[in-house]
């Protein structure tokens, strides 16, 4: 049986220690030395502990602390491969230099905090089958993260998938995006407008550096999973990959259980925009401009789902709020949207939402970006706008819309 327990004290205290009770230090070996302001959250794991045996067979499962389509592939991943144990590792917190890990066995529903070295030890004793790195967004320490992956592939010879649910391993601004809208690809070189998108913990790092490190774990991974076309040709000419070397496997829609659509408004169009529109890349400015130009000339929109900006309604503008995918098909029935424009300016790597949308036979506006575009163009019901003027998207919309009355 493998078993590990901590000592927790500040990183005030320590200094305290340091300073007034000297060394030796080995009488703090089995301490984790915390920030004061997440003192908290290790608290928390403090009574708690997992207990492995020997004879027992774990999947490691990488997760960064991330939400969207990165967390909605993981619990439906989860849920379909209930035969399996997994191990998930992820970030203690997001401290630049952070040394700790959250180890939560997901049959169990219990997580301790692990040091690194004590992480290696127990993938001594237990049987490693598998290692997903489904995400390394947040890990403070990428190159360390990197080599504890590799140490365990080393000794327990297990199969590495690595999935690409964004383009972190390309560089650290993992949408890719840049001060001036274009995308940074090509020719990243972590310049400053590049930069200016970094989390704290990689401001500093250097991009050769970065490249080689990510490299060296793409080289030993078994399979480089994929969810578009798109994503595959991006990583593909950035790290010189063979096209034929990745994985292409779309995510399961599974779990959305709603049927096609089958009677719309079609008395006037009526837009819809749907996603999280947080940011830039995810199509703010592009939504913001959208309203004030619908406003202006009597358009009528509806917007689902998360938008960042305050909008005061009118009898042309609704603000419907979050939903969950259940509700998407109600929502769309009882405002009586008719076309609907999908915002982000980004290459997606897959798109939940735009996939949702077209298992309900919604036509579809969007822009010439990554796996959004990919879906697009093999969609009777969609169309690719050349341009974010607002002009050229309701001429877009009203094509669409003349389409769908004319079939009806």
Known sequence: MFQI??????????KIYLRFLRP???????????????????????????????????????????????????????????????LIIRPAFNEPGCKF??????????????????????????????????????FNDIYKTIDLILEQIRFSKAFLTVCFHDYFSLCPNMNLEKNNGELCYKNCCFEKTCRSYFFEPYRKIN???WKKYWRKLLVEANELRVFSMSSAQ??????SIPIDCFSIKPHSMSYFKSEKIKLFNIDSLHIGIIGYIDREIKGLNV???????????????SVIGMYLYHVLMSKYIKICGVYKPEDL??????????????????????SYVVSELMQLGVPIVCFDYGAQAEKIRGYERGMICSSQNPEEIIKCAKDLFRRLKYNK
């Open 5 to 14: 327990r901590y000592i927790y004290i500040t990183d005030y205290f320590y």
């Open 24 to 86: 030796p230090y080995y009488s703090l070996k089995r301490a984790i030395i915390v920030p004061l302001s997440n003192f908290k959250f290790f608290i928390r794991y403090r009574h708690q502990k997992i207990k492995f045996n020997k004879n027992d067979s774990y999947i490691l499962f990488y997760n960064g602390v991330l939400n969207g389509g990165t967390y909605t592939f993981a619990q439906n991943f989860f849920n379909e491969n209930t035969d399996s144990q997994f």
């Open 101 to 138: 890990f959250v180890l939560e066995d997901l049959f169990l529903k219990n997580a301790v905090v692990l040091k690194e070295n004590d992480i290696l030890k127990l993938c001594k004793f237990i049987t490693i089958k598998g290692i997903i790195v489904n995400s390394l967004v947040y």
């Open 207 to 209: 991009h050769y550096e």
């Open 234 to 239: 991006i990583v593909s000419s950035f790290y």
């Open 287 to 301: 939504v913001h401009d959208f309203l004030n130009f619908a406003e202006k000339h009597k358009i009528l929109v």
């Open 329 to 350: 098909r109600p929502l769309i029935e009882d405002n009586g949207i008719n076309v609907v424009l999908f915002p982000s300016v980004c290459p997606e790597t897959f």
